[in-house]
């Protein structure tokens, strides 16, 4: 059992390039989760998908767009990447208990990403 | 946004040691979820805790539920090397609401 596959693990680009950072999860979970985690600063949403055909803004998600492509897979967008952006980026679902409480978030092991 | 805060924010101990750390607020949670993450890698669920009061084991690891609900605590017993890494705490301020992190607690076990 996989779990939660981030793709790719490491990347480096330039001022203004773009990217799409790839996340599928084989756990059956209707939630998905984009995060960052800069040095002294834990884990900030960027944006969550509560289920299939749902996408919703998090905490920080002025740069970035998402993509909930199927129940499997959540894609993070950079469309003009900038050096703010250097981070490491992690991918996270849950699955809904009950009514509005969440399992917890089950992470990838994150995509490291540095622009220049 | 909501701001978890953890204390201490580094540690180093002797191996052998017990350690303890804990994450406050301001407002009252539901649930409260312990992470580690290792040098790399993504957090691993280390404990969740769903009522006031509640305290759990996980081996040599024993959180528990603040009876107020706006803290938890993460104790570890007779620390190893592999205990290395950031503790983080998690909560869930209400139903329906995503979990919001702590900045982290960095553990070194000095040999």
């Known amino acids: 059992n996989a779990g939660v596959t981030q793709t790719p693990k490491f990347q480096v680009l330039k001022t203004g390039q773009s990217m799409t950072l790839q996340c599928a999860q084989d756990?059956?979970?209707?939630?998905m989760y984009w995060y960052r985690q800069d040095p002294g600063m834990g884990l900030r949403l960027i944006y969550y998908?509560?289920?299939?055909?749902?996408?919703d803004k998090g905490e920080v998600p002025n740069g970035y767009n998402v993509s909930r492509l199927n129940k499997r897979e959540f894609s993070l967008r950079l469309e003009s990447a900038a050096p703010s952006q250097t981070s490491v980026y992690f991918c996270?679902?849950?699955?809904?208990?009950?009514?509005?409480?969440?399992?917890?978030?089950?992470f990838g092991n994150g995509t490291r990403l540095t622009v220049t | 946004g909501q701001q978890l805060n953890q204390s201490p924010q580094s540690m180093f101990i002797q191996e052998g040691e017990d350690v303890s750390m804990n994450c406050t607020s301001s407002?009252?949670?539901?649930?409260w979820l312990w992470y580690k993450q290792d040098p790399g890698e993504g957090p691993v669920l280390l404990i969740a805790?769903?009522?006031?009061?509640e305290l759990t084991s996980n081996g040599r690891l024993t959180a528990q539920f603040g009876i107020t609900r706006k803290d938890s605590f993460l104790n570890i017993s007779a620390s190893i090397p592999s205990d290395v890494g950031i503790y983080f705490c998690?909560?869930?301020?209400?139903?329906?609401?995503?979990?919001?992190f702590g900045p982290g607690t960095r553990l070194s076990v000095l040999p």
């Open positions: 996270a679902s849950s699955e809904q208990i009950t009514r509005g409480a969440l399992s917890p978030l089950h």
């Open positions: 756990m059956n979970h209707n939630s």
């Open positions: 998908s509560a289920s299939e055909g749902t996408t």
């Open positions: 407002s009252i949670f539901n649930t």
């Open positions: 805790l769903y009522k006031a009061g």
């Open positions: 998690a909560g869930q301020l209400a139903r329906g609401q995503n979990f919001v």
